[in-house]
């Protein structure tokens, strides 16, 4: 009997794979808690979206002629600028952070977006979720009552007011989810479709329109944010997603994904000094299992 070893480039490319997979992880538990931090600044939440698109709409400018996606017409463009991870989206879970903890967006916004995404394959295929999909969903549900409850019995109509920006922001994103396989749109594609119009467009209305705090912060504030949400979540975070899910395959990406909520809980520990009650915990539990549950469910 043989037994076959991997071979270098198996290992490699498996290695890629793991290293992006917890890039995916430690950019978007970084996306909510230092966004959540950013907010308690002078800045606005029109600040941090424009200092987002400042970065991805420069670095993105000398792509765009040769990555723009013209197999689209203009319905689905438009769709991807709207609700795609772009200024529609930031805005919504920056508003949501204004008023409640980094854990309630980690909860809310990956523990709902399962449920828009079954909503919308339901409506638009008829295909019904299984029985595991149906009680991982009803496990996040639990588990994002519990902290839901916790939270606005302690802070009453703020955490109720971010956790609707929460749920709102993953309705819109799971629009995206569901048509980006549909429209065969490949990540350099939504690099540009995403971050190019995203910048034309709110640039103008924030300068002119939106209030801003940008006068009144702090120099190292402005250039971290502008740094981190520009090329985190805003470049790097889809590069790793490509990346992982390609060398590991969708489902073990998912994976890495659907630990986001307890991540995020665990990092603002440390960063904001937020730690989430007994109940609380017990929610982001139950809704990471859950959607670890989900992911063996997709797979199944």
Same mark, same amino acid.
């Given at each position: ?115 828009? &995404?079954? #909503?919308?394959?339901? *409506?638009?295929? +008829?295909?019904? /979720?299984?029985? %595991?999909?149906? $009680? ?84 190292? &504030?402005? #250039?971290?944010?502008? *740094?981190?949400? +520009?090329?985190? /979540?805003?470049? %790097?975070?889809? $590069? ?61």
């Amino acid at each position: 009997m043989t037994v076959q070893t991997p071979m270098p480039e198996d290992i490699r490319n498996r290695t890629l794979g793991l290293a992006a997979a917890v890039g995916v992880l430690v950019i978007w538990s970084g996306f909510i808690v230092f966004s959540r931090a950013g907010v308690q600044t002078a800045l606005t939440p029109g600040d941090i979206t424009a200092l987002r698109f400042m970065v991805t709409g420069v670095l993105m400018a000398p792509f765009a002629w040769a990555w723009w996606p013209r197999h689209l017409g203009p319905v689905p463009i438009v769709l991807i600028v709207l609700c795609g991870s772009g200024a529609l989206y930031a805005m919504l879970v920056y508003m949501g952070l204004r008023h409640t903890s980094a854990a309630y967006a980690g909860v809310f916004t990956n523990g709902a977006l399962p449920f828009f &995404t079954v #909503l919308l394959v339901t *409506a638009f295929t +008829g295909a019904l /979720p299984n029985r %595991l999909q149906l $009680v991982s969903l009803v496990i996040v549900t639990v588990g994002a009552v519990l902290v839901a409850v916790t939270g606005i019995r302690s802070t009453g109509e703020g955490a109720a007011l971010g956790i609707v920006f929460f749920l709102t922001a993953a309705a819109i994103q799971s629009v995206y989810i569901f048509g980006v396989r549909r429209w065969r749109l490949t990540p350099r594609q939504a690099l540009v479709t995403i971050n190019i119009p995203n910048a034309l467009v709110f640039l103008p209305l924030w300068y002119f329109f939106l209030p801003s705090g940008l006068a009144q912060a702090d120099t190292g &504030t402005i #250039l971290f944010q502008a *740094a981190y949400q +520009g090329l985190g /979540p805003g470049i %790097l975070a889809m $590069v790793c997603f490509a990346l992982a899910a390609n060398h590991l395959g969708p489902t073990h990406t998912a994976g890495f994904s659907a630990a986001v909520p307890a991540s995020a809980a665990l990092l603002a520990i440390p960063v904001l000094s937020e730690i989430p009650g007994p109940l609380e915990w017990a929610g982001i539990a139950l809704v990471t299992i859950g959607l670890l549950m989900l992911v063996r469910a997709r797979d199944t």
